[in-house]
Structures are given as C-alpha cells and as structure tokens.
C-alpha cells in the first residue's frame, strides 16, 4: 500500500527551526519527485517545495524560499523538509505528495508563536 | 507567478443537481491543470489530472474540460459526499500554485 507519513510538526518560537520529515511506503522514493504543500488554518493550499526524483532540480515559493531546504535520502525512504528562520505566518499543516500529487500524507502540524 | 481564480467562491446545491466550478488562469497552463478535493481535516485528493483525465478510483460523474487558461470542473449529480472544498492547480512549470478554492455546500 502506498503510504506517507509526516512528522516532526510541533509549537516553536518565531525564528528557530524545526525539521520534518516524510516517510514512503509501499513505493520507492528514488524514482519519484516530491513536494510539499501546506495549509494554514482556515485558508487554501500553498505549494511550498519540490525536489526531483535524483535531487538535481529544486524549486521553492516564493513565501519560503532562502528560508526552508527540501533534501531527501532516498536509503531511507524519506523527504525532508529544514525550515529556518520561523514566523506566525508558517504556521500550517504541511503535507508531502508524491510528484503527481496522487498520493499525499495526513500532513504534520507545525505552529509558529511565541 | 500564474495566478489561479476559481469561481464561484461558494457554491450552494442540492445532491442530485449538476455542479459546474471554473478555473482561470492569468497565462496559459497548457492543459497542466488538475483539480482537488478536500473535506474537513483531510488530505487533498486528486480527482483529475492533465484538464479532463480522471485520477484512479474517481467516479464517472466527476470530469473535467478547458486548455490554455479556462478550466471547468463538472459533478454531473450531485451525491452526498461530494460536498467539500474544491482546488484548482496548475504545474505548466516547476513553480505550482493553487486557485482559491470553491466550497460547494448543500442547499
């Protein structure tokens, strides 16, 4: 069964950072490109990153770009995503998708407040 | 940037009616439009990819239509659980964005 699974979200101060991560199942990671989206309370999606299936093509928006790095491992299965230099206006649930975005995780919550 | 403007904001229907959402986009996308459900605390699913085709295990009532910039998403009769928030996104480049969304409530 194909699977993602988030983790790492947690209640940070603005400024820190905080990493997350997104474990694959049921597919191999290294032959897919991934994303991340998130979701701030009560608004739409935002398309934060994405990497591509080798690692060699990555593209931000522009809210967090300079800010976050999205990396993965593909030994492990797993998609990261470092975020620096934290704000309030981070604050959402963040979600890993596959590269058509046919399979996503239930998202990990991170909120940003001091 | 490619700005997404999905219309109408709120949608109110009843099940059984036909529900039609639009999409437009500020430069054309090609046909790299693709559309999502969300419902409450729940993860987006993709219903349809590349304008008109349906993602797997999406139902036939659920289609899709336009190119270049103007999008439309059909639920032919409307059922129970298709009441949800609806997304638009385009991925004509690397650089993807979401429209708005369109929340379609029952009547």
């Known amino acids: 069964q194909v699977q993602l699974v988030e983790s790492g979200g947690g209640v940070v101060q603005p400024g820190t950072s905080l990493r997350l991560s997104c474990a694959a199942s049921?597919?191999?990671?290294?032959?897919?490109?991934m994303h991340w989206v998130r979701q701030a309370p009560g608004k739409g999606l935002e398309w934060v990153a994405v990497i591509s299936y080798d690692g060699s093509d990555i593209y931000y928006g522009d809210s967090v770009r300079g800010r976050f790095t999205i990396s993965r491992d593909n030994s492990k299965n797993t998609l990261y995503l470092q975020m620096n230099s934290l704000r309030a206006e981070d604050t959402a649930v963040y979600y890993c998708a596959k590269d058509a975005m046919d399979v996503w995780g239930k998202g990990t919550t991170v909120t940003v407040s001091s | 940037e490619i700005v997404l403007t999905q219309s109408p904001v709120t949608l109110s229907l009843s099940p059984g009616e036909r529900a039609t959402l639009s999409c437009r986009a500020s430069q054309s996308v090609s046909r790299y439009l693709a559309w999502y459900q969300q419902k409450p605390g729940q993860a987006p699913r993709l219903l349809i990819y590349d304008a008109s085709n349906r993602a797997t295990g999406i139902p036939a009532r659920f289609s899709g239509s336009g190119s270049g910039t103007d999008f439309t998403l059909t639920i032919s009769s409307l059922e129970p659980e298709d009441f949800a928030v609806y997304y638009c996104q385009q991925r004509s480049n690397w650089l993807i964005t979401f429209g708005q969304g369109t929340r379609l409530e029952i009547k």
């Open positions: 049921g597919f191999t990671l290294s032959s897919n490109g």
